[in-house]
């Protein structure tokens, strides 16, 4: 199969309010991507939309090459975690992990046993008296010894600090090395992720304002910086986040920039600095905020 997951013209409408606005996605079996965005920029919603949480108002939505709604041969191969992920009221931590060979045909219960042990997750406390960390470190163990064909991670480590969330990455790394699935998690901790993203979709206001592969993306954009008229002019033939002045200097991101074009820059006297994943994310995202606010006000 070479798409896991496509989207045509996919929005989902609340009211008058757009929450994912003509997306349309191909993303690949057998890869991480990174689905980033502030927060209210449509994340969450897309990806209940691709696991059949919701219903879409327009456009179609393939997984696994068929619609994923009420689609039990979808589902069956899909785990999705969320941070707001809710248990019944008697279940304890064990009972989660109990429970899981029942949903995931892939589970592995040796390996979860082992993240229990590297989470240090206490198995008989209530899961409503755990603390947000441990709350979280039980989703991500779910999440990964479940070993799906396509796992959507909705920020269910955002609970955790720093040391577990360093554990939960290495652990990921790990074993999709060994069990290669698909793995789609949206973050705001891009530079933390850096490392294990393959692809970056990035969405503003429920539309796709990035989708490209990490390797290109990095080392390819530069922040160049001079005399505002040498900026412009640099810029002008080329694309970018938009140009900040600050009186007579300037700044801009250059979001693909070769060796010629690095050249060309220091010959037109302006300063270059890499930029990071996280950086070129945000000023991707940071110049679409821009286009929409000139928007309401022109209306």
């Not at 606005?21 to 057998?30: H, K, Q, R, Y």
């Not at 010894?145 to 909705?154: C, G, M, P, Q, V």
């Not at 850096?194 to 429920?206: F, K, P, Q, T, Y």
């Not at 970018?240 to 074009?261: E, I, N, P, Q, Y």
């Amino acid at each position: 199969m070479k798409h896991i997951i496509t989207t045509e013209a996919l929005t989902k409408r609340f009211g008058s309010e757009e929450a994912v606005s003509s997306v349309s996605l191909a993303l690949e079996p057998g890869r991480v991507y990174g689905l980033l965005g502030r927060n209210g920029a449509g994340k969450s919603t897309l990806m209940r939309l691709l696991t059949g949480q919701e219903f879409a108002t327009s456009g179609a939505i393939r997984v696994f090459g068929e619609s994923p709604v009420e689609n039990a041969g979808v589902l069956d191969r899909i785990c999705f975690i969320k941070e707001t992920q809710s248990y019944p009221d008697a279940f304890k931590a064990r009972h989660v992990l109990a429970n899981a060979p029942h949903f995931f045909r892939n589970w592995d219960q040796v390996y979860a046993d082992r993240l229990v042990d590297l989470f240090e997750v206490p198995m008989h406390r209530h899961m409503k008296k755990l603390s947000r960390g441990q709350r979280s470190a039980v989703g991500a163990i779910v999440g990964l010894a479940s070993r799906a064909e396509l796992t959507l991670f909705d920020e269910p480590y955002a609970g955790l600090d720093a040391v577990a969330r360093r554990a939960f990455y290495d652990a990921l790394l790990a074993d999709i090395a060994e069990h290669p699935r698909t793995v789609l998690f949206s973050t705001h901790l891009i530079d933390e992720a850096a490392d294990l993203l393959e692809h970056v979709v990035a969405i503003s206001h429920g539309r796709i304002v990035l989708d490209a592969d990490a390797d290109e993306l990095r080392g390819a954009a530069a922040t160049v910086a001079g005399p505002a008229a040498a900026v412009e002019e640099f810029v002008s033939r080329r694309e970018s986040t938009g140009v900040r002045r600050l009186g007579g200097l300037a700044t801009a991101t250059v979001t693909s920039l070769d060796d010629s074009g690095k050249a060309a820059a220091r010959a037109a006297g302006l300063d270059l600095t890499e930029v990071s994943l996280q950086d070129l994310v945000i000023a991707r995202l940071g110049a679409d905020l821009e286009r929409a606010d000139k928007k309401e006000v022109a209306a």
